[in-house]
């Protein structure tokens, strides 16, 4: 059975940084789509980073350059470590898993496990 368990999150002051963390269980982060979404109040999901088994990573533009997925197969982990967080940065984060090795466009809808999210907020 997947299972994705979230942490790392916080509040921080704007220009801080945080580091989320998701523990895989279940499946194998090595050959497999991961990837980090978050949803502010009143909005939609947004998928802001991806990465596939290979290693392979894609980035919203809205984080491109501050956010960077990673992971460690050994211990079956995806990190999301955001630098430079803006108040707009502000959401639940969820991270999720899709059973490909290909991750495709970030959508929320082709991603099927999804973690029980962490919340961030960013202060200014």
């Known amino acids: 059975q997947v299972q994705l368990v979230e942490s790392g999150g916080g509040s921080v002051q704007a220009g801080g940084s945080l580091r989320l963390s998701c523990a895989a269980f279940?499946?194998?982060?090595?050959?497999?789509?991961m990837g980090w979404f978050r949803q502010a109040p009143g909005k939609e999901r947004e998928g802001i980073a991806t990465?596939?088994?290979?290693?392979?990573?894609s980035y919203a533009d809205s984080v491109k350059g501050r956010f960077t997925i990673s992971k460690d197969n050994a211990k079956g982990t995806v990190y999301l470590q955001m630098n430079s967080l803006k108040p707009e940065d502000t959401a639940m984060y969820f991270c999720?898993?899709?059973?490909?090795?290909?991750?495709?466009?970030?959508?929320?809808?082709?991603?099927?496990?999804w973690g029980q999210g962490t919340q961030v907020t960013v202060s200014s």
């Open positions: 990465i596939n088994g290979d290693g392979y990573t």
């Open positions: 279940g499946y194998s982060t090595y050959s497999n789509c």
């Open positions: 999720a898993f899709k059973y490909a090795r290909a991750c495709g466009p970030r959508t929320a809808g082709s991603f099927g496990y």
